[in-house]
């Protein structure tokens, strides 16, 4: 397990880590009931030598369910803090924090269905698509719909909230260089900054932060995984204080 304190120094720290793969068994008994299609996509964690590896944009969700109590998956925003504590944490892995939708409908005709459909459940909740939004796994839950071409498609959760876990992210239409992230983990542009940001046009893609620190936010595979993946979790953080400094944030 690979892990870095994100609170030095206090009583009850908080860090954020790699998942040992010993959550597999439990985890793989739990996707048996799902039907084939959706099965082949959530069926995409390995045992490396002790270490869970593989991520794409739904097995996270469903990992979630068998997490020990207190640990959750990991924002942009822990990552890049992570990365502040120990630039090396993540150079050897890519790591999927949630989705980036920009439009209501996508030309890839794959994640088509899953833009509208999204785009739908946030107008739904006020919440227009004049600029990009990043949806963070905390706001997103799983369901199985043969009408996608996975065999899943989320619904946003009542943890959902613009500001807290939707975010305003007008910065994911072009790409651009950075050094750093802001408090919500959105770049920074930064022309001399030796990071990149990779985005697209139109529909939804995949929010995740690439091996060397790049940011993607162009990819739409949503299903895709390798062994260069790896979910990051956070645990032992002050939950308390988590909710009050969300409610202020609402």
């Not at 909740?125 to 963070?136: A, G, H």
């Not at 260089?177 to 983990?185: D, L, R």
């Amino acid at each position: 397990m690979e892990k870095v304190i994100l609170t030095p120094g206090e009583i009850n720290s908080s860090e954020a880590h790699t998942l040992d793969s010993e959550i597999l068994n439990a985890y793989k008994e739990g996707i048996n009931s799902y039907e084939k299609r959706a099965f082949d996509v959530l069926d995409i964690f390995q045992d490396r030598k002790g270490d869970l590896t593989g991520s794409n944009c739904f097995a996270p969700l469903k990992l979630r369910e068998f997490l020990p109590k207190g640990t959750r998956l990991a924002t942009m925003t822990d990552l890049e803090r992570a990365i502040k504590m120990n630039p090396d944490f993540l150079k050897e892995f890519y790591s999927d924090t949630g989705l980036a939708l920009r439009t209501a409908g996508d030309s890839c005709e794959d994640n088509d269905f899953l833009a509208k459909d999204l785009a739908k459940q946030l107008e739904k909740r006020k919440i227009t698509l004049d600029s990009p939004k990043v949806i963070y796994f905390d706001a997103l839950d799983l369901k199985q719909d043969n009408n996608s071409v996975y065999g899943l498609a989320y619904n946003l959760n009542e943890k959902a909230a613009l500001g807290v876990n939707i975010i305003d992210a007008p910065e994911l239409m072009n790409d651009m260089k950075f050094k750093t992230m802001n408090e919500k983990g959105i770049p920074v542009m930064d022309n001399k900054g030796d990071r990149n940001l990779y985005t697209k046009k139109d529909g939804l893609s995949r929010f995740s932060l690439d091996r060397g620190l790049y940011m993607l936010s162009f990819f739409g595979y949503l299903s895709d995984s390798d062994d260069d993946g790896s979910v990051i979790v956070v645990s032992g953080e002050d939950t308390s204080q988590k909710i009050k400094q969300e409610g202020e944030a609402q």
